[in-house]
């Protein structure tokens, strides 16, 4: 956290330093698939050898988890096409609002913008040939998406799992569940909120993200049941 001294932002542990949230997937099919273009994308492009991106999907619109939009510039050039851009109604509307001049119709009159191709997603849709299903979740007040890739979740931003998404989450090899802090907050599970919600899922595997600088990795991870840990930047799992 900017301007804090406390353990964890002072810890020499490289998995206390923590970029804005988003999750990479590659595909047994062979795309790759970006879920939330956070503010930190490009360093994260970066350090992480990100070379392709065949779409972007979107949880919700909050500034951490769309601000680095801009950043797929860089894939239309590679690649020599649009990027498809998946959300609900009122996340696509501010992505539009927010980065309004890549949204224009005349992209070689503005120069060197992001060429993106925005789809409004209500339920299950595919990617390639992957299928990709939006879980409803409560974000606050604010109902988001979580998703799902075959077994793999990921929820973050939740303070609530509705009853009618419950079924969307069964046998899941791996969950990964945003855990704020231990001090409740209006719109972001506690760790404990995220540990009920992981135990009521049967994930076999679960990972959490989403932290504030309230929670140390390993002081966390200690006090974490069996098959749940922390998440960490870079962290790689194989499915
Ligand atoms: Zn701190
Ligand atoms: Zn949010
Ligand atoms: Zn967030």
């Not at 406390?6 to 206390?16: E, G």
């Not at 609002?97 to 191709?117: E, I, K, M, W």
């Not at 390639?128 to 929820?155: E, K, S």
């Not at 932290?211 to 049941?225: I, N």
């Amino acid at each position: 956290m900017i301007g804090c001294r406390c353990d964890v932002c002072r810890s020499t542990d490289p998995r206390d330093k923590r970029w804005r949230p988003s999750v990479f997937l590659r595909t047994d099919s062979g795309q790759s698939i970006l879920i939330d273009s956070s503010a930190d994308f490009r360093s994260q492009a970066l350090q992480f050898d990100i070379e392709r991106l065949d779409a972007v999907v979107f949880t919700h619109s909050h500034a951490d988890h769309i601000l680095g939009l801009d950043e797929t510039r860089r894939y239309n050039v590679l690649q020599r096409e649009a990027i498809p851009l998946y959300g609900d109604h009122r996340t696509i509307g501010d992505l539009r609002r927010v980065f309004d001049y890549a949204f224009g119709n005349s992209h070689a009159a503005h120069g060197y913008v992001p060429q993106l191709t925005p789809f409004v997603i209500g339920g299950p849709f595919t990617i390639g040939r992957d299928l990709i299903t939006p879980v409803p979740i409560m974000h606050g007040t604010r109902p988001i998406y979580g998703y799902r890739v075959a077994n793999f979740a990921y929820l973050t931003d939740c303070s609530l799992i509705p009853e009618a998404s419950w079924p969307l989450l069964a046998d899941l090899d791996l969950l990964v569940v945003g855990a704020l802090r231990d001090r409740e907050h209006p719109s972001h599970f506690t760790l404990e909120q995220a540990v009920d919600a992981a135990r009521r899922s049967g994930a076999k595997r679960v990972l959490f993200t989403h932290m504030s600088h309230e929670l140390g990795h390993v002081a966390t991870c200690a006090r974490l049941p069996t098959g749940m840990e922390l998440a960490y930047d870079g962290l790689v799992v194989a499915l």
